[in-house]
């Protein structure tokens, strides 16, 4: 990313918490939100929100129990993080705006787009809809057992991220963990975000998908689900429920992409995403 070009970081306060975020600023009157994934954070969309900054007035968030927004005991419903949304939206005056979620951003924006379309222009899902198929799941569990606690250093971190996804560069992965770990008291570089999230992986999540349908029905707003082309986050009976419940929905699959889209196929996304919010 341009040296001279970065966004502006600014606090406000949700639901009784600090959530932070950055605002690429820029003369358009268009508003795009941009909600990361589990574990993410605001600045994982920088090479996204570079491309379109001279589009739109980007913004993109830190939910809460990631980034630099706080963490809570009260926990991690998918209707808190709905609530969050509204609110935020509300009190930073983007409304009426496009949205684009990746992975828990996209779960999180069902909740909230299903009570609140009267906000959203568009509605972008990357690779996640009202619920995970079981086999993406179990692999998610799985793969959080044998996730590393933390990292002796950066190159140990960019390493390991780069063997679990050879097509992210270097410069990405690097880029990523300047705003993704810290270095903790025993000198370890781990991630800020709350572990306490785990649990929206198992049967806590589980528990949330009567709702996410539900809410996932009544969304009025242009739908696009964008799914990686070699991710299994979506079944192909998943797919068919959505589409069989929003039949407008414009459905793309990205090639050479897993489930991180963002990283995986960056162009590929752009493209899609300015075809969509030209409707």
């Given at each position: 990313?341009?040296?001279?070009?970065?966004?502006?970081?600014?606090n406000?306060e949700?639901?009784?918490?600090?959530?932070?975020?950055?605002?690429?600023?820029?003369?358009?009157?268009?508003?795009?939100?941009?909600?990361?994934?589990?574990?993410?954070?605001?600045?994982?969309?920088?090479?996204?929100?570079?491309?379109?900054?001279?589009?739109?007035?980007?913004?993109?968030?830190?939910?809460?129990?990631?980034?630099?927004?706080?963490?809570?005991?009260?926990?991690y419903?998918?209707?808190?993080?709905a609530?969050?949304?509204?609110?935020?939206?509300?009190?930073?005056?983007?409304?009426?705006?496009?949205?684009?979620?990746?992975?828990l951003?996209?779960?999180?924006?069902?909740s909230?787009?299903?009570?609140?379309?009267?906000?959203?222009?568009?509605?972008?899902?990357?690779?996640?809809?009202?619920?995970?198929?079981?086999?993406?799941?179990?692999?998610?569990?799985?793969g959080?057992n044998?996730?590393?606690?933390?990292w002796?250093?950066?190159?140990?971190?960019?390493?390991?991220?780069?063997?679990?996804n050879?097509?992210?560069?270097?410069?990405?992965?690097?880029?990523?963990?300047?705003?993704?770990?810290?270095?903790?008291?025993?000198?370890k570089?781990?991630?800020?975000?709350?572990?306490?999230?785990?649990?929206?992986?198992?049967?806590f999540?589980?528990?949330?998908?009567?709702?996410?349908?539900?809410?996932?029905a009544k969304?009025?707003?242009?739908?696009l689900?964008?799914?990686?082309?070699?991710?299994?986050?979506?079944?192909?009976?998943?797919?068919?429920?959505?589409?069989?419940?929003?039949?407008?929905l414009?459905?793309?699959?990205?090639?050479?992409?897993?489930?991180?889209i963002?990283?995986?196929n960056?162009?590929?996304?752009?493209?899609e995403?300015?075809?969509?919010?030209?409707?």
């Amino acid at each position: 990313m341009p040296d001279n070009i970065t966004p502006t970081d600014h606090n406000v306060e949700v639901n009784g918490l600090n959530i932070h975020y950055v605002d690429w600023g820029g003369d358009s009157n268009r508003n795009l939100l941009l909600v990361h994934g589990q574990g993410g954070n605001a600045r994982n969309w920088d090479h996204i929100a570079l491309a379109l900054r001279d589009e739109f007035r980007v913004v993109a968030l830190d939910q809460r129990g990631h980034g630099e927004s706080d963490h809570t005991r009260e926990g991690y419903a998918v209707t808190a993080f709905a609530s969050d949304l509204a609110e935020f939206a509300e009190k930073i005056g983007i409304t009426p705006y496009s949205y684009v979620g990746a992975s828990l951003g996209a779960r999180n924006g069902i909740s909230y787009a299903g009570d609140h379309s009267d906000h959203l222009k568009h509605f972008v899902c990357l690779d996640y809809g009202p619920e995970m198929s079981v086999a993406s799941a179990r692999n998610q569990i799985s793969g959080m057992n044998r996730r590393a606690l933390g990292w002796r250093s950066i190159d140990e971190y960019v390493d390991q991220q780069r063997i679990n996804n050879p097509r992210l560069s270097d410069e990405y992965v690097r880029h990523q963990a300047q705003y993704a770990l810290r270095l903790n008291y025993a000198g370890k570089y781990v991630t800020k975000s709350d572990p306490d999230m785990f649990w929206i992986n198992g049967s806590f999540g589980v528990n949330e998908v009567p709702h996410l349908w539900e809410q996932w029905a009544k969304i009025s707003c242009p739908i696009l689900e964008l799914k990686g082309g070699e991710s299994d986050f979506l079944s192909p009976e998943i797919w068919d429920r959505m589409h069989e419940t929003q039949p407008s929905l414009r459905f793309v699959e990205v090639p050479e992409s897993g489930h991180g889209i963002t990283g995986d196929n960056p162009e590929f996304l752009l493209k899609e995403l300015r075809g969509f919010f030209v409707d």
